[in-house]
C-alpha cells in the first residue's frame, strides 16, 4: 500500500450505532488530520495530530472522538451521530518538522450516511 | 477568518480548450496548494505553490503572494479533468482553509 488508505469506503448507520473510521498513511509524515466535506460546503478541519498529540480540535461535536496510536494510524470514533452528519469524512497527512515541505497528502475518504 | 474565493464556481469546456482558474484569498499566508477532486471524492495533489510559477504536463500554476492570489492553467483540457479544483492555503500550525471551489465539466 502507497500514500494514504481510509476503511471503510462507504459506511451507513444509524443514529444509534458506534462505528469507527480508520486512516493509515505509508508516507513517513508525522501529522495526521481529520476533515469533513458536506454538500456544497467547503471542506472543514476537524482535528489535527501532530506526533501522535493533539494539536487542534476545531470546536467539533463530542460525537466525534479521535484517536492517533502512533504516527501511521488515526481513527475517528463516532457514537450517536444526527442525519446532518452524514458527509464525506476525508484523512491527510503531512510532514512536520522545520525545513520539511508541509504538503498535505489526502486519502480516498469514507462516505458516511446516517439514517 | 482568512476567506478563499475561487473563480469562476462552475465552468464547461469543449475538449481541447485551455481554461483559467482563479483563487483569491484575503491574508498573508505560508504555503498553497491546488486538489483536483475526483468524482468518486479523492482528493488528488496538483500544486504545492507558495510563490513563483510551476508547470506539470498540461497544467501549470503562478501565485503572487505579495498579491494574494494564485492561478491554475489546464491546457487542451481532457474529459479525464472533469471535478472540482480546489486551492487551499495555510496559515498557523498546519491548518489549510479551503476555497470555495471550481466544478469542471469537460463534454468530448
Known amino acids: 500500500e502507497t500514500g494514504v488508505t481510509q476503511t471503510p469506503r462507504h459506511l451507513v448507520m444509524g443514529m444509534t450505532n458506534k462505528k469507527s473510521l480508520k486512516c493509515e498513511q505509508h508516507?513517513?509524515?508525522?501529522?495526521m488530520y481529520w476533515y469533513k466535506q458536506s454538500a456544497k460546503k467547503p471542506l472543514e478541519l476537524m482535528f489535527v495530530?501532530?506526533?501522535?498529540?493533539?494539536?487542534e480540535n476545531n470546536s467539533v461535536p463530542s460525537r466525534f472522538s479521535p484517536e492517533c496510536p502512533n504516527s501511521s494510524h488515526l481513527f475517528l470514533h463516532l457514537h450517536t451521530l444526527q442525519p446532518e452528519d452524514s458527509a464525506l469524512y476525508l484523512c491527510a497527512s503531512s510532514p512536520d518538522a522545520p525545513g520539511q515541505v508541509y504538503e498535505q497528502y489526502f486519502g480516498p475518504g469514507t462516505r458516511l450516511t446516517v439514517t | 477568518g482568512i476567506q478563499v474565493e475561487q473563480s469562476p464556481p462552475d465552468l464547461i469546456l469543449q475538449e481541447g480548450a485551455n481554461s483559467t482558474l482563479r483563487c483569491n484569498f484575503s491574508?498573508?499566508?505560508?504555503?498553497l496548494q491546488w486538489f483536483h477532486q475526483n468524482p468518486w471524492g479523492q482528493l488528488i495533489n496538483l500544486f504545492y505553490?507558495?510563490?513563483g510559477t510551476k508547470q506539470n504536463g498540461r497544467l501549470s500554476a503562478t501565485t503572487v503572494a505579495t498579491e494574494r492570489y494564485s492561478l491554475l492553467y489546464i491546457s487542451s483540457s481532457q474529459t479525464t479533468d472533469s471535478g472540482v479544483y480546489f486551492c487551499a492555503v495555510r496559515i498557523g500550525f498546519q491548518k489549510l482553509v479551503f476555497g470555495t471551489g471550481t466544478r469542471l465539466l469537460v463534454s468530448p
Open positions: 505553490i507558495p510563490s
Open positions: 495530530y501532530s506526533l501522535e498529540e493533539r494539536v
Open positions: 491574508d498573508s499566508v505560508n504555503n
Open positions: 508516507l513517513g509524515h508525522n501529522a
